[in-house]
C-alpha cells in the first residue's frame, strides 16, 4: 500500500512539473508571438507548451549517478545534473522574463525578444537531454 502511495504521489509531483513547463513555455509563446508575427500560430504555442511539459517532467529532478571518488577535492561532473540544472535555470529566467515584459507591458527590441526565445529552447533541450541521459544509465 506505501508503494503505491509514494508511486501515484511521484507521479503526481511530474504531473504539476509538466504543467509549470507547459505555462511557462505559454507565456514566451505568448511574448514571443506577440512580437514576432511568424510565431502567432496557435501550432507554436502547442509547440513550446509540449516541449515545456517534456522538458520540466524529464529534465527535473533526474537520479543522481555515483561517481567513483566520492569524497574527493576533484570528482567528476554528473553531466545529466548539469544539464538539468542549468536547463531548468535557462528555462526558468526565460519565461520569468517574458511574463514580466507581458505583466509590465514593455516594449523590448527585437534582440531580447529572440534571445528570450533561444534561452527557453535551449533550456528545454538541456532538459531533454539530461532526463534522456539519466533514464538510459537508470
Known sequence: MQARVRKFAHVLERTGLAM??????LF??????SIVTAF?????????????????YL????????????????????TA????????????LTAFAAVSVIVFREDLHIFWTYAMMVGWVVGVAMQIIAGAI????A
Open 20 to 25: 509549470a513547463g507547459a505555462a511557462s513555455g
Open 28 to 33: 514566451v509563446a505568448a511574448h514571443v508571438g
Open 40 to 56: 502567432t500560430s496557435q501550432g507554436f504555442i502547442i509547440l513550446m507548451m509540449l516541449a515545456g511539459a517534456i522538458g520540466f
Open 81 to 92: 545534473e548539469f544539464l538539468s540544472a542549468v536547463g531548468t535555470f535557462f528555462a526558468a
Open 134 to 137: 539519466a533514464r538510459i544509465r
Open 59 to 78: 529534465g527535473i529532478d533526474t537520479p543522481q549517478q555515483e561517481l567513483p571518488g566520492e569524497g574527493h577535492l576533484f570528482k567528476k561532473i554528473d
